[in-house]
């Protein structure tokens, strides 16, 4: 606890000028937000609202460059989707279906060309384990575990994406050797219903809702909320969408406090482009709101400068790894949005992005797992060497 308050202190030393919000977002809307930090117990508590800039250089390394194709074949990825504008006519409208389209995974495999191209530069964190704990030599692991298609299967209904009992206990065994923490688009009591232990780290709402473990009832927890003042727009603005795609057959709106997610994935394809445009003309009045896309949803977030990769590095922080060379950080995730955290370890040149995928896609991640299944034998392994090589040995 004493760490998230350094963490923050440290913040408000080096951001000592007092900046209007609203003036700063209507200049630079994803620049910068306040930060607010709330300490409770049993007894007590207390407020902490402290600014943090965003853009503070010191906070993020410079980036590094992917590495190369293997020379067995390069891997022809797609041009990239830009970020696309909630405002615009038929056009903008097109190309947020066509975005819909590319954000969901095949149905059929893939050529086997293409997909061992894939394999060659993002080759199987089941087969690279050995390298992977090699590099953590003298080095502290710290895990950071999506949920939804990563310790959960994709299902149709989100309310029943369950994790099994047999992953659970993975996870659990893997919280006892090594910090472990939850970092998903959902909101944070709802993964915390899902996964049910308490000894993990919980980010929320796409890290916009971060809480340390708990180790007793008098012990004290630490919020990290860096949208609170956005709540309750969000509130209103779930509101209304539950109202305009009530007409919508399959539309679902998830709340997830600081964020909302608009699920399609039970809803036709032809019906893509009216849901579409019913979203954008509600947030039409919330230029403080923005939409993007992830697996089978919109995603509407508000326009400040954070998400998975600065909820990763926050953490970090947190645990006392800000700038230690000391730590190995693993991120394993199968979404769009679990990108921004593949990106801080390549720019940290620090441990290992994991991409949950059966299909060829672009990502910064270093290995890949092909479903929940691998992702549980992985972190299974995690435990076994852990443990013998406590004891001086490891057979692979």
């Known amino acids: 606890m004493n760490m998230f308050l350094r963490v923050f202190s440290r913040y408000r ?69 830009k970020k696309l504008e909630t405002q615009g006519g038929p056009t903008k409208i097109n190309a947020w279906v066509d975005s819909m389209r590319a954000s969901s ?70 919280a006892r050797y090594f910090p472990t923490a939850i970092v998903s688009g959902r909101g944070k009591d709802k993964v915390h219903d899902f996964v049910k232990l308490k000894e993990l780290y919980y980010a929320g709402s796409h890290g916009m809702d971060i809480e340390g473990p708990a180790h007793g009832t008098n012990d004290k927890s630490v919020v990290c909320q860096p949208a609170s003042e956005f709540l309750p727009m969000i509130n209103q603005v779930y509101k209304k969408l539950v109202v305009k795609t009530q007409f919508i057959e399959g539309a679902k709106v998830e709340s997830n406090k600081f964020c909302l997610s608009v699920h399609f994935r039970c809803v036709e394809e032809k019906k893509w482009p009216e ?31 954070w998400d998975k990769g600065k909820a990763l590095e ?12 000391d730590v190995l950080p693993i991120y394993i995730g199968d979404d769009k949005t679990d990108e921004d955290a593949f990106k801080v370890l390549r720019k940290r040149k620090q441990g290992f992005g994991i991409l949950v995928s059966k299909f060829p ?34 057979r692979t």
């Open 13 to 81: 030393t080096q951001n000592n000028m007092n900046v209007s919000y609203k003036k700063q977002q209507q200049q630079e809307p994803e620049k910068m937000t306040n930060q607010n930090v709330v300490v409770s117990d049993a007894k007590t508590s207390m407020k902490v609202a402290v600014a943090m800039a965003m853009s503070n250089p010191s906070l993020f390394s410079p980036a590094v460059p992917k590495p190369p194709a293997s020379s067995a074949g390069r891997f022809i990825r797609r041009k990239p989707v």
């Open 105 to 174: 995974p095949a149905k059929s495999p893939p050529s086997s060309p293409e997909h061992d191209s894939w394999m060659m530069t993002h080759p199987s964190a089941l087969e690279m384990f050995d390298e992977i704990t090699k590099a953590s030599k003298g080095k502290k692991m710290v895990m950071f575990l999506d949920y939804d298609g990563t310790l959960s299967p994709i299902v149709q209904d989100p309310d029943r994406a369950f994790m099994s009992d047999e992953m659970r206990a993975a996870v659990k065994a893997v």
């Open 275 to 305: 849901l579409v445009e019913l979203v954008k003309e509600v947030l039409s009045d919330y230029p403080k709101l923005k939409m993007n896309y992830g697996r089978k949803v919109l995603e509407i977030k508000p326009t400040i400068k």
């Open 314 to 325: 926050y953490l970090l922080e947190a645990l006392g790894y800000a700038n230690s060379k």
């Open 361 to 394: 896609k672009e990502t910064s991640a270093a290995y890949t797992l092909q479903d929940p299944s691998e992702v549980m034998c992985f972190l299974q392994r995690m435990v076994e060497w852990k443990q013998v090589s406590q004891r001086g040995y490891y």
